[in-house]
């Protein structure tokens, strides 16, 4: 494409940019205005395809401000991606794909985008499943300098250092401008200096002359490291009294506004067409994009564990296991693979894991890249990092709807000595806030084996939460294995552990062994009490519950009470109009002490004894 | 003190901490070792008062890895801030206050620290508390190198430069060892040329060398910039079969390797006596640590809100009416000053706002920081910054028992055409998971302006919520201002906005408007709909509810409807052993599209409209 025809392209895409946001009369023109010569640039140079936009030797190019999506889509629309007469009457309008934010799905569109800081960690993910993959394709990440203070960007280009990405590229659309003010003044970041510090190659240009743009993208391209190309850019670029004011960042303009800019550029003022189809727009959700893809994987033969074993042993080993039947299982750590046992697949299969260190952020926005580019992709941490750490990360992978196995480990007080800090307490109650994402609690080694399998063979969003100490394999009354090899794990469904009358048990995860033994115990003293594990506590099973709940029920979980399976059961029981006779839940009420689990669990009342104690507490007058 | 001095001290601590590692089978010894000549000269050089621990004028020292509390309860005790022996015997035991993870509260012990990466942060805060407060304290923090990875170091690290902390000083204890194996090789980070780009001034010293840590000490002190010094060290440093193994960093040394390692040291091995004491110690939470301080300020004159304003404005004017009234009271800023509504703080009070660009991490945490060092400190952000994005911080800050104050403005769908990533959902349900943390969510400007003064003259963390869009302060049925004059704010009061006897609409926040205007046309039509404006829904007042909760009840929400209002109200009748005739709970239930808010509360069924529909349906058969 010749620079003359890259000119009048980017000429058109900022006359559509000014007319969307002023026909929506929201939006953000000013970066949009300072980005789109990168925009135009890029797109023609990359190898990408309007007519197979999903064709997977495509670059990849993510825009990680999303809110420059005026600039975005009209460069879709300029290169036959998508429909512009679609684009500028429908921007932000609820019946149209062409949300406040870029989406991803939209033809071109990579990454869903908006809270800054996350884009390069996506791209990161993607450079690093190109290599998986053995591909060729290259991977584009155009970032503004305002979200280039946020921690995660270092995070990420570090990481790519350490990958040696050399197929990836960042553009910086350095405008100096973000919303109060100049982003030399507000919090000062020295670019250059920074990159060189990471291991980057830094290329400076004018980010609105085309020549030096096509010719930083070619060197970026060939050399052998990752490459920033430090674009110098004016907000507003193209209007004369737009450029370098920060008023126009998120503002569009007025109509008398609009005229002026659409003059100057020489392009014909149609706006009232487009404002009359945006009228007759229906004011429905616009149709959700589908983004799954048929995930093909062989989850092999279960492991049976009779003897005495952690939950994470049999998570890293049957991490393991489907690394070594699949090529499309990949594992992040964070500096703890002895601790959530990615030893073992560190060990059997280690061009499998990826290890980002103390790097929590980086680490979840690239493990979700990472399962959208094809891979089954175990994110693993302690709960406290990688459920409360990484808390807005998984709303973004959410968002995305990725295919994202998050698995922690050292959740609640079984944790023990090492104290408050590091008690995951919110393993079922945050994911809550991450619409799709499911969470599973398995309760022994031969659950979580099977869980780990299951998860893996379904696309889509799991939390899979498990304590730190070893535990006996949980078996039925009669001594045999409960989740033995005829055991098929169901989603939402509740297992009834032991059969009672009198009363039920209902918890989770880690009080499960001294549940039983306080039942076996009551049993013993004439107390006949039922136990139920929920390993499913966002979908609770209400058949099983609905038998088990017109008597007298014990909640127990080492979880923060005020938001856990309590709450969750007394709002389940409520809506199905069940009001037992009597209801108690015991959980972590307070942060809690440091000390050896055997003795936190008696402190809140969730030891044998204590188990024990609330049961009868059930049945006083 | 002599260098012969600090190495006797040094040697000593050496025993305690693989003695009380050892007395406690638990902890992290390897850290401890190389740390500890840093740390026992710091205490030497810094202006620290063993027996006056809290005197203001003292220098601050945080240890940003909080693990390493074997080396800081052992120098804490060589100088007298606290008992040896029952650190020795109580380490890591519930009854003791010498817990896994060193907490701020005890003598010489400034910020609860354990997870990775926030120390620096909490450091920057506590220096700008001293530029605020014209003292000349400096400030310390100790660091790991395995931690310098996080990317909110960087952000402390600019905001450092930018406030042109000369009073700030970071060490960095450089052992090039982490739980996975070298530094060097599971994530590079070039802190010089990284502590360099940040405009910091650099010195490398051997970390055990006495004399070298002293100049380093005394060349940052004085100098005119905040300075790190990288000291090289050996993990395990001191004995033999320990140095530079990580196998070290969290396992103790059993009996066998004790004794070797105590005798190398030429130190007595005592234990027995220790294990004796730690035998003999009760089962119990040991005492809290009093954290609170008195909160002295004058919350001036409330303002009546008359004419259609949003609730930012008066978030905003009564933060600027606070500062000026009082010199304790400063807020933070993430770029968002014009939308949060500190730019009249701003124009107002210049010197107390702090401007941190977009890096929220860092922000939230200098935040708490700031807090405790006796200002009355708001955080104010977008709600998914503000609460989402920071969602550890907060809990680092609950579990420091900061003064802080969130307030978080363009809440739930009421922000419109941003979309989906900018739709702060959770904002009622994340803050369960800080203990302590309360939340309110004021209706109107009016309310907005008596919650403010409230929280501000109260100490503890508070999370104020509100919307974005502008209304009409909240009217009487007689035309009057509701939260007039005579209105005192009282936590967890439910106002009742309208009376009725056929059923109840509760709610909160933004959709008061839209609910006052059904409920009025209901009763025209003869349906007697009462209106509930719940503030503090984390503590619902069962009074007002069981007066209104036998007939039919709605409850409406501009939040996550999985976790928010409604199930809160169904687990709080559930335990108030209330089921009303008729339930209904209408709110967020998916990610919402990018829209005009009016739409979106029109799609979700939250406009006059849709709440009219969702009445008649509790009244259908």
Chains 1, 2 share one sequence.
Not at 18 to 40: C, E, F, Q, R, W
Not at 149 to 175: F, H, M, P, W
Not at 223 to 237: M, R
Not at 306 to 313: A, G, L, Q, S, Y
Request: glycine residues 8%.
């Amino acid at each position: 494409m010749t620079i003359e025809h890259l000119k009048e392209l980017a000429t058109n895409c900022r006359g559509d940019i000014l007319k969307m946001t002023s026909v929506a009369n929201s939006g953000h023109p000013g970066g949009s205005m300072s980005s789109i010569d990168l925009l135009v640039t890029l797109y023609s140079f990359a190898n990408v395809f309007p007519n197979d936009p999903w064709n997977e030797n495509r670059d990849r190019i993510i825009i990680s401000h999303g809110h420059i999506s005026p600039a975005v889509y009209s460069t879709l629309a300029a290169y036959g991606f998508v429909d512009r007469e679609k684009v500028i009457s429908g921007f932000r309008h609820p019946s149209s794909i062409f949300e406040g934010h870029i989406t991803r799905g939209i033809p071109g569109v990579e990454w869903t985008t908006g809270n800054l800081g996350q884009g390069l960690s996506a791209g990161v993910g993607m450079a690093l499943a190109a290599k998986f993959k053995n591909k060729d394709y290259h991977v584009y990440v155009l970032m503004s300098d305002g979200e280039s203070a946020k921690g995660q960007v270092t995070e990420a280009r570090r990481t790519a250092s350490k990958y040696k990405l050399n197929n990836l590229t960042v553009i910086v659309d350095y405008n100096d401008i973000q919303i109060s003010g100049r982003a030399k003044d507000i919090m000062y970041v020295d670019l250059k200096k920074e990159y060189e510090a990471a291991g980057w190659k830094t290329i400076e240009i004018d980010g609105h002359d085309y020549e030096q743009i096509l010719s930083a993208l070619k060197i970026a391209k060939k050399d052998n490291s990752p490459t920033v190309i430090i674009a110098h850019t004016i907000i507003g670029k193209g209007v004369s009294f737009m450029e370098d004011k920060p008023d126009y960042h998120g503002k569009p303009l007025n109509r008398e506004e609009l005229e002026h800019a659409l003059n100057e550029l020489n392009i014909e003022n149609d706006i009232e067409k487009f404002i009359k189809i945006r009228d007759s727009l229906p004011i429905v959700e616009h149709e959700k994009i589908k983004l799954e893809y048929d995930v093909k994987i062989n989850t092999g033969k279960p492991r049976i564990y009779t003897e005495k074993t952690d939950n994470r042993t049999a998570l890293g080993r049957a991490i393991a296991d489907l690394a070594i039947n699949n090529n499309n299982v990949v594992a992040v750590d964070c500096d703890l693979k002895g601790s959530v046992k990615l030893n073992i697949l560190d060990k059997e299969r280690p061009d499998r894991i990826i290890e980002i260190g103390v790097q929590e952020h980086n680490a979840a926005a690239l493990a979700g890249a990472l399962s959208v580019e094809g891979f089954v992709t175990f994110f693993a941490d302690f709960g406290v990092f990688g459920i409360d750490e990484t808390f807005n990360q998984h709303r973004l992978n959410a968002i995305n709807h990725t295919n994202l196995k998050v698995v922690v480990t050292h959740c609640g007080i079984d944790v023990g000595e090492d104290g408050k800090t590091h008690h995951a307490l919110n393993y079922i109650s945050a994911p809550t806030s991450w619409f799709g994402f499911k969470v599973i609690v398995p309760v022994d080694p031969n659950q979580t084996d099977r869980v780990v399998r299951y998860v893996a063979s379904r696309y889509g969003n799991f939390v899979v939460a498990m304590g730190r100490s070893k535990l006996e394999p949980i078996k039925k009354e009669d001594g045999t294995i409960f989740f033995d090899e005829n055991y098929e794990f169901k989603y939402g469904k509740i297992d009834v552990l032991r059969e009672g009358n009198d009363a039920v048990i209902i918890t989770m995860g880690s009080i499960i062994p001294h549940a039983i033994k306080a039942v076996d115990e009551l049993k013993r003293e004439g107390i006949d009490v039922a136990l139920l594990n929920v390993s499913c506590p966002l979908d609770l099973d209400e058949e099983t519950l609905a038998r088990y709940s017109r008597t007298k029920i014990l909640v127990l979980e080492d979880h923060n009470v005020f938001n856990g399976l309590g709450k969750m059961i007394e709002a389940k029981l409520f809506e199905m109009r069940i009001l037992p006779e009597k209801f108690l839940k015991v959980g972590i009420d307070r942060f809690p002490v440091s000390g050896d689990y055997k003795y936190l669990f008696k402190l809140f009342g969730l030891d044998k004894e204590g188990i024990i104690k609330n049961i009868k507490i059930l049945f006083e007058e």
